[in-house]
């Protein structure tokens, strides 16, 4: 052996690693059609996991998204000498409180619909008495069809009925397990929050080099502040929509407008389907509540004009373009975390996307994604090419 370390007779054994190409190593020897499997595998597992554990990450998500859109105020509080721990407590109390109070204030019209329910059968029966003939014809041939398969049935044998929950044990469960699962995400908020910039000195101490360093916190800092951004912008723009809806709806004559003003504005963070949601609901409502066709009609029209107006006017002109998703990746991720996680998921489907987003935007692996998930068309070779002489964008 020489005193490079390499073996006189075998010159290949001991050469430096360092001579050796570097596909002989690594994720660049896998072959492209592996590579894709594998990809597929982890996209199959991944959302196996999300699917059936559920219940535990759907509230860790719900908090993180929670945290980082109130962490801006607290930094703001403790930029006048509010201790973040005092502000944490306050905040995460005074959002308690406002779930509670909106839960409180529409139970009272909700229960009343309830209760109306069995009457409201009558009253669509009476207004739709033009297609009464058909309706009884239907119902009597179903009518004659379940005689005739009693008849042939063998007296001996015994029929078993399996008797499902009903609506109130249903509803409970649903409103015990929601309250949990709030309860949860809460907590998280809070310990987020009083937690201050833990989260960024531990980056800082974990990943090796500075470069690391500087990648992670320009990632969180974007991640945070386009969700802040997004998230408080969105909910005041909801409220005021809300506070609209109900007010027209009081003008109209419409029954409970507090409630459908509530109901819109949490509808209106379901992108697209929450608009269709509410005018469908209202209009069925005004159908059966008003004496004409032609007043019932007008609150699903008012509802669509207002929900047009913040939908193409109001946000965009507010929140602006930077944040805009393409519409395919928008409804394929909606429909996706809607399988995963319910209306929950539906919730807050649009924020981890724009999470995802930023993370395309600044890590070269997942830069496809983000191009796919993002709304303004790719850039050119020459865009691509040209210097950034933007310094804020290079910070």
Known sequence: MGQDGIDPEDPDRGAPAADMPPEAGGTAALDPALRVSLHVC????GS??????KEFFLPIALGILGALTLIPIVRWL???GIPTALSAIAIVLALGVALGAGA????????DWITRAPTLGHVIERKLASL?????????????????????????????????PGFLSSATTTLWTATTRLGIALFLVLFLLASGDMVYEKIIRVLPRLSDKKTALRIVHDVERSISRYLLTITLINCGLGVAIACMLWALGMPSPALWGLAGTVLN????????????????????????????????????????????VVTPLILGRRLE???????????????????????????????????GDHLPAWATFGEFLSMTPPKSEAEAEAPNLNPVAKA
């Open 325 to 359: 998703l393409n519409t395919v990746a928008l409804f394929v991720g909606v429909t996706f975390w809607g399988w995963v996680w319910g209306l929950a998921g539906v919730l807050i489907a649009v924020p981890l996307m724009v999470v995802l987003k930023t993370l």
């Open 78 to 80: 403790d930029r006048r």
């Open 269 to 312: 963070f379901l992108p697209y389907l929450g608009a269709l949601t509410g005018i469908v609901l209202t209009g069925i409502v005004a159908f059966v509540s008003m004496d004409t066709v032609g007043h019932a009609l007008m609150v699903p029209a008012g509802y669509l004009i207002l929900t047009t107006i913040e939908g193409n």
């Open 132 to 164: 009464r003939g058909s309706v009884d014809s239907l119902a009597e041939a179903s009518k004659t069809v379940e005689d005739l398969s009693r008849s042939a049935k063998d007296p001996s044998v015994q029929e078993v009925v399996v008797k499902e």
């Open 42 to 45: 982890a996209l199959v597992l």
């Open 48 to 53: 196996a996991a999300l699917y059936f554990g």
């Open 104 to 111: 409180w204030l529409a139970s009272g019209p909700v229960a």
